[in-house]
Structure formats: C-alpha cells, structure tokens
Nanobody, 116 residues
Framework: QVQLVESGGGLVQSGGSLRLSCAAS????????MTWYRQAPGKERELVAR????????NYADSVKGRFTISRDNAKNTVYLQMNSLKPEDTAVYYC?????????WGQGTQVTVSS
C-alpha cells in the first residue's frame, strides 16, 4: 500500500534551516507529482511546494518563495523540502502528499517549530 513517511522536523531558531524528507513506497514514485503542505494551529492546511514527476517546474506558496526549495530523488523514492531563513510563522506540522489513482495520500506529518 501507499506509504509516505516524513522526517526531519524539529525546533530551530529564527533564521535557521531544516531539511524535511518524505520517503515514499507502494507506488511508482517517479510517475507522480509530490507536494508539501503545512498546517499551523488554528489554521487551514496550505500548500507549501509542489514538484512534478520529473522535477523541473516547481511551485511555491508566496510566503516561502526564495527561502524554501523542493527537490526529489527518484532513485531513492524521496522528496525533500529544504527550508532556509525560517521564521516563527513557519511553525506548523508539515505533510507530504500525493494524488495517485484518484486517491489522495498523506503522510503522518512532522512538526516544525521556529522560535523567535
């Protein structure tokens, strides 16, 4: 079955960096776009970054452009989110997402906390 497992979250000071990873299994990873979402306390889940199956034309939320970079390693079935210049407002649970065969799949999430 499809599994998405995030890792790399933690506590970091404002201005710091983290790299999130999402290890995928149960499907042909290289054929599907992958997306990172986040959800802060009391807020709706929002799209952070998306990368198509072959890499290339990535998309970012305006709030993270220039600070976050999404990438993928199809040989390792893993998608990454490099987060630089972190701000307290980036504090959220970050989720990996894939839409496969008319079904939406989510990871369990990884907590990112940015202290001021």
């Amino acid at each position: 079955q499809v599994q998405l497992v995030e890792s790399g979250g933690g506590l970091v000071q404002s201005g710091g960096s983290l790299r999130l990873s999402c290890a995928a299994s149960g499907f042909i990873f290289s054929r599907y776009a992958m997306t990172w979402y986040r959800q802060a306390p009391g807020k709706e889940r929002e799209l952070v970054a998306r990368i198509p199956s072959g890499g290339g034309n990535t998309n970012y939320a305006d709030s993270v452009k220039g600070r976050f970079t999404i990438s993928r390693d199809n040989a390792k079935n893993t998608v990454y989110l490099q987060m630089n210049s972190l701000k307290p407002e980036d504090t959220a649970v970050y989720y990996c997402y894939a839409f496969i065969g008319y079904n939406a799949y989510w990871g369990q999430g990884t907590q990112v906390t940015v202290s001021s």
